[in-house]
């Protein structure tokens, strides 16, 4: 895969205990190797390990194919993955707003434009990885911060009542997948 | 130009995360964009734990989530005709104040319309207003701007930190804001509706009409209403009339009669008292709370003969407060009644109106003709005034000792 990375790569290292690596398949047949411990962040994926029955002995023989997920989102989730996999684990947050300081390695990690920040959260949200959620919204609610509500409108892509009836209409009228 | 951030297109889930982590300034802001927008907010399924409306010359709403607390300010432009000099300089500066603040915002929304103020009005101005109607030394009525239509809201929230956002949206009633709340903080009525010095500067008809459901009720003797005419357009489960307003009713059998879950009545201490035994048997609340009350041990002892009898069958607490008879003593109270001394160690407990736990230490008990139990309590003394309460022991007051 060629795709450049705008962050360090992290290296995929197990020095605590004997290295269990799998192998994940993105939606374009980009092949990513991860570490158990980082793969674990992902209950989607642990998941899918588990009820597999991957082992260390036939988990790298066995790629997870992974129809949602392009490569370059998938690139960016294994070098968060592996950069948190010995993270403490965090209470869930609730409506306590800004309660966590987002570490800058992160906010780089997550510079990118609103498509591509739009389509990383479709993926972890299929992927279900609390972390990076918690990091991904946070930097979308932080493009509210000092806004006026119209400038809200326009950031945030929010249409009016009367486009999103009209919308709505449209879709009503268009002729479904047999008509 | 980047493009904007789908942020509706966003799995449910998503949205809800994304929203979380905004300050309450910033969702409110978007839950006004649009009615998608606002029920992506309603998700958050905030529950406001407590909801106070006061209204004054201008109008003041408290909630409280969780650990954080929201007050806001909703502020009418005050006519020209305005009392005094020196009230519109406070008024003037505050809007000022204001308008600086949000310049950015007031030039982007150049069709928002501010009239209570000259945008280039500047401090010099406002002194030479002042000296104008301090030379003048003229009195005019204070008069508000519709109250359906604030002028500016402003919000401050504290939660160790504190953070303000205002609003100028002209469009949006009184009416609007409370039913945008309703379906954000779910709630379904105002816990505690409270008019306070001036609020007669608003029509009692245009607040009726953006009210919605009052729990408690409670008046201050300047609010400058005519407190019958308020008390017939507004109801509630509790009334509380602050001091010297009860005197002011022309009809007060009118609050005597109704059955209130609580009703509280501060008399004047100057002034005798304006209840008698007679008006005593009128009430039909259920927990009746009395200060300055100011009568006698043998008018009480009459009141109790007559509750003996079948008088007041659904008052469950009654609490007669500053009593100023020094010699007011329960034997009295009870005289030529048959009562039982209960020991001043044996707590018993009783749930009031609101489902609390009352503890009654001792007291003396007696029984009406149907066989409801009722029991005579002092609580206390302070600064030589009693405190009597007298609790009637229905089925559903009584707490079982297990």
């Known amino acids: ?179 | 130009m980047t493009n904007p951030f789908p942020l509706l297109d966003l799995p449910t889930a998503a949205i809800l995360h994304v929203v979380k982590s905004m300050d309450y300034g910033e969702f409110l802001n978007l839950s006004f964009l649009s009615k998608r927008a606002k029920k992506s907010i309603e998700l958050m399924n905030l529950k406001s734990e407590e909801l106070t409306v006061y209204i004054g010359d201008f109008v003041h709403m408290n909630m409280s989530i969780g650990t954080k607390r929201m007050e806001w300010k909703f502020y009418y432009c005050l006519k020209g005709n305005i009392i005094d000099g020196e009230d519109l300089l406070e008024e003037s500066f505050e809007n000022e104040e204001m308008d600086l603040e949000n310049e950015n915002e007031l030039e982007e929304e150049e069709d928002e319309e501010i009239d209570y103020i000259e945008e280039d009005q500047d401090i010099k101005d406002i002194d030479e207003e002042l000296e104008e109607f301090q030379d003048e030394q003229e009195v005019y009525e204070l008069e508000a701007e519709e109250f359906a239509l604030p002028d500016s809201v402003e919000l401050l929230i504290s939660d160790g930190v504190s953070s303000r956002a205002v609003w100028y949206m002209e469009s949006l009633t009184m009416k609007d804001w409370i039913q945008h709340f309703m379906t954000i903080f779910h709630f379904s009525e105002i816990q505690h509706l409270d008019f306070t010095r001036n609020s007669s500067i608003f029509s009692i008809e245009e607040i009726k009409d953006s009210m919605i459901a009052i729990n408690k009720l409670s008046v201050s003797s300047d609010t400058g209403f005519d407190v019958d005419y308020l008390l017939s357009n507004f109801h509630s489960k509790y009334l509380h009339l602050g001091l010297g307003v009860f005197e002011t009713l022309k009809k007060p059998e009118n609050v005597m009669i109704r059955n209130y879950d609580m009703l509280r009545i501060y008399l004047n201490r100057d002034h005798p008292s304006t209840i008698t035994l007679d008006d005593l048997l009128f009430f039909n609340s259920k927990t009746i709370k009395v200060c300055e009350a100011n009568w006698t041990a043998k008018s009480f002892n009459r009141f109790i003969k007559h509750w003996i009898k079948g008088s007041n069958p659904r008052m469950e607490m009654l609490n007669l407060l500053d009593f100023s008879e020094k010699e007011f003593i329960d034997t009295e109270i009870l005289k030529g009644v048959r009562f039982m001394e209960i020991p001043a160690d044996q707590t018993r407990w009783f749930r009031n109106q609101d489902g609390q736990l009352v503890a009654f230490e001792g007291g003396k008990d007696f029984y009406r003709q149907d066989g409801a139990k009722a029991t005579i309590y002092n609580f206390g003394s302070y600064e030589n005034f009693r405190c009597i309460a007298m609790c009637v022991w229905h089925p559903h007051c009584v707490v079982d000792p297990r």
């Open chain 1, 1 to 179: 895969m060629s795709v450049e990375p705008e962050v360090p790569i992290v290296q995929v290292e197990e020095v605590r205990e004997n290295p269990v690596l799998y192998k994940i398949i993105s939606s374009d047949n980009h092949v990513f190797t991860i570490s158990e411990h980082a793969v674990k962040l992902s209950k989607t994926l642990w998941d899918l390990i588990t009820n597999l029955g991957l082992t260390a002995e036939n988990a790298l023989d066995n790629p997870i194919p992974v129809e949602n997920v392009n490569g370059k989102n998938m690139e960016t989730i294994v070098q968060f993955c592996e950069r948190h996999k010995y993270d403490e684990e965090e209470p869930e947050y609730t409506n306590y707003i800004r309660e966590f300081v987002l570490p800058e390695w992160d906010r780089q990690l997550l510079s990118i434009d609103n498509e591509e920040l739009f389509q990383l959260i479709l993926a972890t949200n299929y992927l279900d990885i609390q972390k990076l959620m918690d990091y991904c919204c946070r930097v979308i609610g932080d493009m509210a911060k000092d806004k006026t509500p119209e400038e809200l409108r326009i950031i945030y892509g929010i249409p009016t009542d009367a486009e999103d009836d009209a919308l709505e209409r449209s879709a009503s009228d268009s002729p479904g997948p047999s008509g």
